[in-house]
């Protein structure tokens, strides 16, 4: 028997800049995701869900791509798929999953299910993938069989982060480095809106082509070679604004401005200067609602009541927006006035009684 243990993931900063080739910074969360994997001489794979109370099982001849709305099972066949299409032999096998990583919070408890059964079966079959393979087949399982054309960040963050720091990745060309997350007298809240998204539902993808117009129409108006935001600067946006459809001008700006704030954001914390660091959550929140479109009311409710608490000094929500959860960088004194304020205040406006987690920069995934 395989047992695998996959954390969540909250993104300090870098939001929606993976898929333009960006900077991104997140840490992995001491929530997880269990899996344990005993394999079976049938070709066949049961899968027990413990959190849904639901049983499931397929073969070869099951690993379809959903058409719409997959569900949870759907993330399991899809890892089966890109082995397969790799080359790799189908591992019939008996699956229990159970998770404290809530669903629909922006916590990426998909990434955390491909991540761990990626490398429950790698470790079954003896593939020898490293963590970085891991992160890159989890990837594809999402993208090109699920159907949502994520980034890189989640998977990556699972498998690869370090207790303590934050994984620094350019999305570019997948280099990344481990940064020193020291708080001290400080805590990373998550505070979950309770407001569930579906990335396949949203906006997300539309996002996605968007900013790849943006850069083709840019590259065609200045005469430049551009492959994503992340080959186009300030002063040329500037330059063709007026040419520019508004939106597609907000989301370039945010997608560059995001860029910047991450290397910033990368030095701050080097530094140990930590109000700098919430300043750039801050603005990063900004440039989210009012840029990319892709907040809420709810979330932008929870960034605004948290950081009128004195001893907080960043919010922002994380992941893909829609929905999902927020995160706040407040002295650990205040956190029981932190609570209560943002709760009575959240509930008497939404009707909502928010969830607060108390994290730190966790371990990646791993195999007992």
């Known amino acids: 028997m395989i047992r695998v243990c996959a954390p969540g993931r909250v993104n300090l900063i870098g939001e929606h800049t993976d898929y333009n080739q960006g900077f991104v910074l997140p840490v992995a969360i001491d929530l997880n995701l269990q899996l344990t994997l005993t394999r079976e001489d049938q070709l066949r794979v049961k899968v027990i869900a413990e959190n849904f109370k639901q049983e499931a099982s397929f073969g070869p001849e099951d690993l379809i791509p959903p058409r719409e709305n997959p569900c949870w099972l759907d993330y399991i066949k899809a890892v089966y798929w890109v082995l397969k299409e790799d080359g790799y032999p189908f591992i019939g096998s008996t699956i229990h999953i159970k998770s404290d990583i809530p669903l629909g919070a922006g916590l990426s408890s998909s990434a955390a299910l491909e991540v761990a059964m990626t490398l429950a079966l790698s470790t079954a079959g003896r593939f020898n993938h490293s963590l970085k393979e891991i992160a890159l087949i989890s990837h594809r399982a999402e993208n090109d069989f699920v159907g949502v054309k994520c980034g890189i960040m989640d998977q990556f963050a699972v498998a690869l982060a370090e207790s303590n720091h934050a994984l620094f990745i350019d999305c570019r060309n997948l280099d990344y480095r481990h940064v020193s997350f020291n708080l001290g007298d400080y805590k990373l809240v998550i505070v979950d809106s309770r407001v569930k998204r579906s990335l396949v539902t949203s906006a997300y993808n539309k996002r996605r082509e968007e900013c790849e117009t943006a850069v083709k129409r840019i590259g065609e108006l200045l005469n430049l070679e551009a492959e994503s935001l992340r080959d186009i600067s300030i002063s040329d946006l500037k330059n063709v604004q007026v040419q520019l459809p508004p939106h597609l001008y907000k989301r370039s700006r945010y997608v560059i401005e995001e860029n910047a704030r991450v290397i910033e954001s990368v030095n701050s914390l080097h530094e140990g200067n930590l109000d700098d660091f919430g300043y750039f959550m801050k603005r990063s929140h900004a440039g989210l609602r009012d840029l990319y479109d892709v907040s809420s009311p709810e979330l932008d409710f929870l960034v605004d009541q948290a950081s009128a608490v004195e001893g907080v000094i960043g919010a922002r929500m994380t992941g893909a927006g829609f929905g999902g959860s927020i995160i706040v960088l407040a002295r650990q004194d205040i ?20 969830v607060f987690y108390g994290t730190r920069a966790a371990e990646g995934a791993v195999v007992y």
Request: hydrophobic fraction near 30%; charge should be neutral; avoid cysteine.
């Open 335 to 354: 956190i029981n006035k932190l609570k209560h304020t943002v709760s009575e205040s959240y509930e008497r406006e939404f009707g909502l009684m928010p």
